[in-house]
């Protein structure tokens, strides 16, 4: 297989990295959250790759399966499932904060909130 | 069928199944507060029961809805787990008799309802771990226990509480989803999420790289989440800041239930399968867990709040616990496991005295607390004995983990004789934090214009909680047979290959 065959996973690493980098260099709480958000994107995507067969179609059984018929591997979409719920209640949850915090400090920029705790 | 047999079971769906009952209880005085501590201690008794099982009879497996592991989802309580289960329940019972004047003082009624709730469903997230057999359920029960936790940091008396929060949220996540891409590797490659499945599907493909990277992406995120050095940042700030009583239960149980996923994944799929490669990713833990404990301890040398000293000694004591893990020897593994238990009771008597000293002062700043050695004797004395157990001096549960790791680490030869003296030095360093706080406390007259005439001694059930732990202390200073039969039992299990 070429590299470029191999497109998702480079896509998956893209992503990985664009959230990380999000993550790790915004000061801007929300920003935070949607790095947050492609991060965990990455890895639905990765999921998403490692179930498809070649050849097979999606894992729905209709009537008799003809005999040789493949499928893809219904398990990790299922697990990724579960994972996307996680990810939204993290989501929703570090909007939350970011809404009280905008409350109390009146920013969620980091070096502001700093400077107000450090004034305090 | 007996309901004995269902324990294992049990043990997790019980506070599932009572948190949302208790979000519907709000603002009802003290019943959710009552709830929540019943169902606590009884899974604490359930937690005893297995462990006693456990000792008989050896490991207890269980498969849920009887479907055959590895098609469904099968429960495994080793020694081990048997345990966690007894420190995760304890922690929380303990946390929850001695914190609720505390959690009044605190959180305000109209809330404390729904805070109990998310503390039944952290105490779920974090036994699920314990007993879970699948890779995937871990990350579950992982995100349960997080998002409950975020909550309650959340509720903490200050603003500061709510960034704390945040970080803690934005790094849990991340380590999760590591642990997730690692998983997701480990299961590319073996199309198993059973563990004990997956370590006899691993020896064939051993020698890929997606394997070792799945071990490196696995160790990294659940390093996260035990805030080991220099992953810790958020720790001590969340410990600062969240209600007191929510500190006590994390400083005792949450950071350690990480750890034992890093235990089970080392020892059970990476070192029995990568061999070299897994020994080459521990000794690379090894400068961490150093730095660890020199870091851990220097800082909080020089720290102002209590709370926050502690969490920086939990860094410390994190790395005396993952030094054990990664030394990579039976004797390491014990003495890892056997400090699981001690931390846990150290850890639990020294935020209990803390929590009593910040419900009579309002403060956790130390120098505030000068003269609490006269107002408060108990509560004072209660801290001091336990912070000697901090330091490991003989006759007490401290004494007991650092002797079982220094002759572990001994067994390296040359390099041992140089971690047992950085050791030694940390150990030290816990002197002079446990001493800055003794001074204060005994020597140092109230700082002017502070009026003392309001403060008494802390409340009875703190006090009563405060002193059994002082007394398990130094009870499994001497007698320390219970941890070291279990830590053993596992031991042998991993390096006898008897599982």
């Known amino acids: 297989m070429t590299l470029l065959g191999l497109y998702n996973y480079w896509i998956f690493i893209l992503l990985l990295v664009v959230g990380l980098y999000a993550v790790l260099v915004k000061g801007n709480y929300v920003k935070r959250m949607i790095g947050l958000g492609i991060f965990q994107s990455a890895v639905f995507l990765l999921y ?47 909007l939350a904060l970011a809404i009280r915090i905008r409350e109390e400090y009146g920013s969620i920029e980091e070096s502001d909130i700093r400077r107000l705790d450090h004034e305090s | ?65 009887n479907w ?44 404390q309802a729904l805070l109990y709730s998310c503390w039944l469903l ?26 409950a936790s975020y909550v309650m940091v959340a509720n903490g008396p200050k603003r500061q509480a709510l960034t704390a929060s945040f970080k803690y949220l934005v790094t849990g996540t991340l380590g999760a989803t590591f642990y997730l891409i690692g998983v997701g590797y480990l299961y590319m490659m073996t199309g198993t999420l059973n563990i004990a499945d997956m370590a006899v599907r691993l020896a064939d493909v051993s020698d890929t790289l997606p394997v070792m990277i799945a071990g490196g992406f696995v160790i990294l995120g659940v390093a996260l989440k035990a805030a080991l050095f220099p992953m810790h940042a958020w720790m001590p700030n969340a410990y600062q800041h969240a209600p007191t009583p929510v500190a006590i239960f994390f400083a005792a149980c949450a950071t350690k239930v990480a750890l034992f996923v890093m235990l089970r994944f080392q020892y059970e799929l990476l070192l029995p399968n990568l061999g070299p490669q897994a020994a080459f990713l521990s000794s690379w833990l090894i400068p961490l ?25 939990s860094v410390a004591q994190l790395g005396y616990i993952v030094l054990g893990i990664s030394l990579a020897n039976s004797a390491g593994v014990t003495a890892a496991m056997i400090h699981f238990f ?9 935020f209990v005295a803390v929590a009593g000293m910040v419900l009579r002062f309002g403060s956790s700043n130390i120098e505030q607390l000068a003269g609490v050695g006269k107002r408060m004797p108990w509560t004072t004395l209660g801290f001091v004995l336990a912070g000697v157990s901090l330091i490991g001096v003989p006759l007490t549960a401290g004494f007991i983990s650092k002797w079982y790791l220094i002759q572990a680490v001994l067994e390296l030869g040359g390099l041992g004789i140089l971690l047992t003296i950085l050791i030694l030095v940390s150990s030290l360093m ?28 802390a409340p009875m059930p703190l006090l009563v909680v405060l002193w059994v732990l002082v007394l398990a202390n130094i009870w499994f200073g001497i007698d320390p047979s219970i941890p ?4 053993e039992q596992e031991a042998a299990g991993f390096f006898g290959g008897a599982r």
Request: with cysteine; net charge negative.
């Open chain 1, 48 to 94: 998403i790759t490692m179930d498809k067969v070649e050849g097979g179609t999606g894992p729905i059984m209709q009537g008799v399966p003809e005999p040789g018929q493949l499928y893809a591997n219904p398990i990790p979409q299922v697990l990724i499932l579960t994972a996307i719920v996680v990810g939204i209640a993290v989501t929703a949850l570090g």
């Open chain 2, 1 to 65: 069928m007996t309901l004995t047999e269902q324990f294992p079971v049990l043990v997790v769906v019980l506070p599932l199944f009572v948190a949302p009952l208790l979000a519907l209880l709000a603002s009802r005085g003290n019943l959710p507060w009552l709830v929540a501590t019943v169902t606590s201690a009884l899974t604490f008794a359930m937690a005893i029961a297995l462990a006693a099982q456990v000792m008989q009879t050896g490991v207890i497996y269980y498969e849920l809805g």
């Open chain 2, 68 to 111: 055959p592991v590895p098609f469904g989802i099968g429960l495994t309580i080793g020694p081990l787990s048997a345990m966690m289960l007894m420190i995760i329940s304890g922690a929380s019972t303990v946390a929850l008799v001695a914190g609720r004047e505390s959690m009044n003082a605190e959180v305000g009624t109209a809330h």
């Open chain 2, 122 to 147: 952290a105490m779920t997230g974090l036994l699920g771990i314990t007993v879970t057999g699948d890779a995937f359920n871990i990350f579950v029960f992982m995100e349960i226990s997080s998002l």
């Open chain 2, 289 to 313: 867990c150093v730095g660890g404990f020199l870091v851990g301890s220097a800082v909080a040398m020089f720290e102002r709040d209590l709370k926050r000293m502690l969490g920086y000694s």
């Open chain 2, 342 to 350: 001690n931390h846990a009771l150290i850890k639990a008597a020294l």
């Open chain 2, 430 to 457: 816990a002197v002079v934090y446990i001493w800055k706080v003794v001074e204060v406390a005994y020597f140092k007259e109230p700082i002017d214009g502070q009026s003392m005439v309001g403060v008494r001694e």
């Open chain 2, 484 to 487: 070291i039969t279990l830590a």
